[in-house]
């Protein structure tokens, strides 16, 4: 877990002053892990910390906080005193944040505690930031540290239809996927997307292709086959890090030997899965976005396995 500085800047420009709800340290079972965080505003919240009772209750103090101003940390033994079937205890730390609080934040880790820094978190951060890593989420010496999320995935989804929005509803709330969403006009997107996700409307998508990251990973599930084509012929002579056409085993064919007309190399082709997500899941939007979102995050894994970035790797 990460503090979402970026989701929490979204909210505080959308709602005003938000209150964050953080477990800040456990013992036992607990319904969620130390660093996981929601959001709450006057009128609603995002994220989670678990549901029920101390969910239910840590949310009506936070909107109690937001009027009040200040932080708060309060210990709850979740099995005595709320009901719960955890037997363990949760302290759970509530922050009120408006814009300027925000602007004071750190962009790498964020660490706040009672009196002076310790020596100990002066340490850690400095080894953590000397040796290019964030460090855990952890209390140290009545201290709370928490590594910012850094966009790790750089996504972009071609299309607003069933498919881009059940992608974009799935994908948006992961921690470290920076999406950026592509259709031919604004009335094309939803009013309900995520405060994450930036929406770009352009009359030729395929114009947009050489202002993506070279490391992007592309979704392609636009309206028109014609735009698909086009998209696939454009990332294929830009680059990017993977690529995903949502089609059958026909339209690829068609479309393999069409890119290979327009003198793109097999081995380059080949580099474009479809069709996308988990086909033993079946077509339906929110399945392909399961299957798509799973596989993201197996590769992702995988990777940050590899570069030491993850700890506990099998």
Not at 16 to 30: I, L, Y
Not at 113 to 139: F, K, M, T, Y
Not at 162 to 173: D, M, N
């Amino acid at each position: 877990m990460a503090f979402d500085l970026h989701g929490l800047r979204n909210a505080v420009t959308s709602h005003g002053s938000v209150a964050r709800v953080v477990v800040a340290d456990t013992a036992g079972s607990t319904p969620r892990e130390q660093g996981a965080a929601m959001l709450v505003w006057t009128d609603g919240q995002s994220g989670t910390i678990g549901g029920g009772e101390l969910e239910y209750r840590a949310a009506k103090e936070a909107r109690a906080m937001l009027e009040t101003g200040g932080d708060n940390e309060v210990r709850h033994a979740l099995g005595p005193s709320l009901g719960q079937c955890c037997g363990g205890a949760t302290v759970l730390r509530t922050e009120i944040y408006d814009m300027v609080r925000v602007d004071t934040l750190s962009d790498d880790v964020i660490a706040r505690g009672p009196g002076e820094i310790p020596l100990s978190v002066r340490h850690l951060l400095a080894a953590a930031r000397s040796q290019g890593r964030q460090p855990e989420v952890q209390r140290l010496d009545g201290w709370l540290i928490e590594p910012v999320v850094r966009p790790q995935i750089r996504l972009w989804i071609w299309g607003a239809g069933h498919v881009g929005r059940a992608l974009t509803q799935v994908l948006a709330p992961l921690p470290g996927m920076a999406i950026t969403w592509v259709d031919t006009g604004p009335e094309r997107f939803p009013d309900n997307v995520p405060a994450s996700v930036e929406i770009l409307p352009a009359a030729k998508p395929e114009l947009l292709v050489p202002h993506a990251p070279k490391d992007a990973h592309h979704l392609i599930l636009t309206f028109s086959h014609a735009l698909d084509l086009e998209l696939c012929h454009r990332l294929l002579g830009h680059g990017f890090a993977s690529a995903g056409l949502i089609g059958s085993a026909t339209k690829w064919a068609r479309f393999r030997s069409r890119l290979a007309a327009l003198g793109h190399a097999k081995a380059s082709i080949s580099r474009i899965d479809c069709p996308i997500g988990d086909t033993t899941l079946g077509k339906h939007p929110q399945a392909i976005a399961v299957g798509v979102a799973a596989a993201i995050l197996a590769r992702d894994t995988a990777t940050a396995c590899r570069s030491g970035v993850k700890d506990n790797c099998a």
